[in-house]
């Protein structure tokens, strides 16, 4: 295996990767004291898509997951991307995106993701070549245009 696999998910697997949600936000909410590991569930299960769904895995298992989505304007849409605190910070995050930049070129689409404000992923999108395109509310909002052909 390389450093990591995208394996498709299933309907079954709607409640481990929520429950994974949950672990890979927590630190992040409770910093911003909006942790509520019930509401976080929901945000996934809510709109949980299993043909849309990849799970990350290494030589440890499933240790993170993305859902990218197809919008109605060509663009795609990072609408999750999560790997469990007991995997962060070895570079796994930025393999995955590596993967997914590669993908969306190939395919000349350009590839959109928002970011709870104040969270430390909006450091991590724009390190990767994001762009902050919208503030909102909660969420900043980011683009990275798909490489030239």
């Known amino acids: 295996m390389s450093v990591f696999e995208f394996e498709p ?39 949980f898509d299993a043909g849309c769904t990849r799970h990350v895995r290494t030589a440890q298992g499933r240790v993170g997951f993305v859902v990218l989505r197809e919008r109605p304007d060509g663009h795609w849409l990072l609408d999750h991307l999560y790997i469990h605190p007991d995997a962060q910070g070895a570079g796994l995050g930025a393999a995955v995106l590596a993967a997914l930049f590669a993908e969306a070129d190939a395919r000349q689409r350009d590839l959109h993701v928002g970011a709870l404000r104040d969270s430390r992923s909006n450091h991590f999108y724009a390190r990767h070549g994001f762009t902050l395109v919208e503030q909102q509310a909660w969420d900043n909002l980011y683009v990275r245009r798909a490489a030239a052909a």
Request: proline share 3%; charged share 40%.
């Open 9 to 47: 998910a299933a309907a079954g697997d709607a409640d481990a990767l929520a429950a994974l949600r949950v672990a890979a936000m927590r630190e992040s909410l409770e910093h911003l004291g909006r942790f509520d590991p019930e509401r976080a569930r929901r945000r996934l299960l809510d709109r």
